[in-house]
């Protein structure tokens, strides 16, 4: 994987949880969601008219309804989860924390659900990821918060979404076009939250300035940035390693929060941020290899881990 390409991710997926906690300075979660999507669906419809039309050739409806889905479970229910965290109190580094743990579960069920091999060495640096993760966990853990306990369960939910959204991508035998998938999957989100943020009645964007430095964000480095290049990523190197750079959310993050906006960071999380590093090199340095296969793993399972946005 493009070493360069892997850092322009974990930058932009990172800048997610930064963003979601400048929204949340001025706005409720779903009026920052409804605020970012609205605009974008628009923007990507007029693209989708126009410069990539010959994208759309051969779409099926039935491919149409599969982004759909596969949309409200990677960005609605994912992002969803997410910023109502951070509203409630959990801080962006903790959040980043809980979607940490997405790789684990990505590679335990990559084999079953993609028949893709996980390797030993892949598993072990797997398993240090997880360390990393607990690492940070433990030093934010220690500095409190003033969010409930049962905030910090809500991240979980939109790991898991992102999870189930990861491998109805992979088990789809139907290429379509990143541009073709990535407006599918914001205009469903821009329906869902529009749709919820009128029945809460805050769809009425705040007249603060930050408001809208917040929705740009959103828009250019974590949509365009971060969700684009998860899936391009996806398709080039298959489940496993994609997920492995999750790990490096957490710290990044941390580093992030603390910088911007004073968040706890100390010798701890430093030491996370080391073992999630390590994780991903043993992991790709890991990955098998095996004759008359590709990178991904067999011919026939990596057209399907490769079908990405």
């Not at 980043?96 to 072990?124: C, E, F, H």
């Not at 934010?140 to 999870?163: E, H, I, K």
Request: proline fraction near 5%.
């Amino acid at each position: 994987m493009n070493l360069l390409l892997s850092a322009a991710f974990v930058l932009c997926w990172s800048s997610g949880f930064i963003g979601a906690k400048l929204g949340a300075g001025s706005a409720s979660a779903i009026t920052v969601l409804m605020w970012r999507f609205l605009p974008l669906a628009v923007i990507l419809a007029v693209v989708a008219a126009s410069v990539a039309r010959t994208s759309w050739r051969g779409v099926t409806p039935r491919d149409v309804a599969r982004q759909a889905v596969i949309g409200v479970l990677s960005q609605s229910g994912y992002l969803l989860t997410v910023y109502y965290a951070i509203q409630l109190g959990v801080s962006s580094g903790t959040t980043a924390l809980v979607d940490g743990l997405q790789p684990l579960v990505a590679g335990a069920l990559a084999g079953p659900l993609l028949g893709q091999y996980v390797s030993r060495t892949q598993w072990l640096g797997l398993c240090l990821g997880v360390g990393g993760v607990a690492i940070v966990t433990a030093a934010d853990a220690a500095a409190g918060g003033a969010a409930a306990w049962w905030a910090y369960l809500v991240p979980f939910a939109g790991m898991v979404s992102l999870v189930a959204a990861t491998f109805l991508e992979g088990r789809s035998r139907t290429r379509v076009a990143p541009a073709v998938s990535l407006t599918v999957h914001c205009a469903t989100s821009a329906a869902v939250f529009t749709a919820l943020a009128v029945a809460a009645g805050a769809a009425r964007p705040p007249a603060e300035p930050s408001f809208w430095v917040a929705v740009s964000w959103l828009v250019a480095l974590s949509t365009f940035g971060g969700y684009g290049l998860y899936w391009l990523i996806l398709r080039r190197s298959g489940v496993t390693r994609v997920n492995t750079l999750m790990f490096l959310m957490a710290p990044v993050t941390a580093v992030w929060g603390a910088l911007a906006f004073g968040e706890p960071f100390g010798p701890l999380t430093a030491l996370g941020l080391a073992v999630g590093l390590a994780a991903v090199v043993i992991v790709h340095r890991g990955e098998p290899r095996p004759a008359g296969a590709c990178s991904r793993g067999t011919p026939a399972t990596a057209g399907a881990a490769g079908n990405g946005a």
